[in-house]
């Protein structure tokens, strides 16, 4: 039988890069701006919590779990006076949609993606919505019946979903979100200027964290503790067993098939260098390239 963690992690791996798009590369950073939304930010913001409709910081601050309060109200509810979250919605799939399009070429008609478009979509139906706010919006939302739409659409369940998991992890270890990025980074070597850059986290935050992370044992002379070290994986590894629920009604050859089916896409969409290399997401680019 198929470790269901262990290919929750893998298929998270292949299919964050397709959702990620919506981030970074250029088609829908455009369609944001020309809905009307001022700056990358206000349409980061803008795009990923449309789909729970015009909230302002109180409900993004906890569901995104990572983001400084005032980087948060900078943008929301501000956005939208500009444009309303259906908007938001369209700009955020039909950019993303263009950029794979442009990425993919001719791959984006294949039949091969159609099928992964549907092993990834009916996975996320049976995922579970309980505690998973982002997800169970992102679900509510009307399914692109072309296959490269449903593909994104599906990416983004599943990642939400994951998502989701992954800070009822942190809260339950008693991590908040700024501190996991000062732990990720320790234990990826992620440089902390990239989380100056993307997250607002400078350098007295990440010193301040440094400190309650050595007064709990897990950080000593800057390097994660064993301690530090043993957190880490078990909020990993508890993120991957939450994730994999949403697989486990998915039959063995089913999660093969689609792994395979989403490897050439993924390489494609990584090679094609909209993605940064370093960021918050935490992937390993390199080795998905490989």
């Not at 963690?5 to 970074?24: D, S």
């Not at 809905?35 to 980061?44: D, I, K, S, T, V």
């Not at 109180?58 to 908007?87: C, G, I, Q, Y």
Request: include cysteine.
């Amino acid at each position: 039988m198929t470790d269901r963690p262990r290919a929750a992690r893998r298929l998270w791996q292949l299919l964050e890069p397709v959702h990620a798009v919506t981030y970074f590369s250029p088609e829908p950073l455009a369609a944001l701006t020309a809905a009307g939304y001022r700056g990358f930010w206000m349409g980061y913001f803008a795009g990923r919590a449309a789909p729970l409709g015009p909230v302002g910081p109180d409900v993004v601050l906890p569901l995104f779990h990572n983001f400084a309060p005032a980087h948060v109200a900078r943008a929301l509810p501000d956005a939208w006076s500009f444009a309303p979250p259906e908007h938001a919605l369209s700009a955020r799939l039909e950019g993303s949609v263009a950029a794979l399009r442009r990425i993919l070429g001719p791959a984006a008609d294949d039949p091969g993606l159609r099928r992964a478009a549907d092993l990834a979509y009916d996975a996320a139906c049976s995922a579970p919505t309980a505690g998973r706010a982002l997800f169970t919006a992102n679900l509510a939302l009307p399914v692109p019946a072309e296959p490269l739409p449903r593909l994104w659409h599906a990416a983004t369940l599943l990642r939400e979903h994951r998502g989701d998991g992954h800070v009822k992890v942190l809260v339950d270890e008693g991590v908040d979100g700024r501190t996991a990025h000062v732990l990720h980074a320790l234990t990826t070597g992620i440089p902390a200027e990239v989380y100056a850059a993307a997250r607002r986290l400078g350098p007295a935050e990440w010193a301040s964290i440094l400190d309650d992370l050595a007064t709990r044992g897990l950080v000593a002379g800057g390097l994660l503790t064993d301690a530090g070290r043993a957190l880490k994986t078990r909020v990993e590894d508890r993120t991957d067993e939450l994730a994999a629920t949403a697989y486990a009604a998915v039959p063995d050859a089913e999660i093969d098939e689609l792994t395979q089916l989403l490897r050439p896409l993924t390489r494609a969409v990584v090679a094609a260098g909209d993605i940064p290399a370093k960021s918050p997401m935490g992937l390993d680019l390199q080795g998905l390239a490989d």
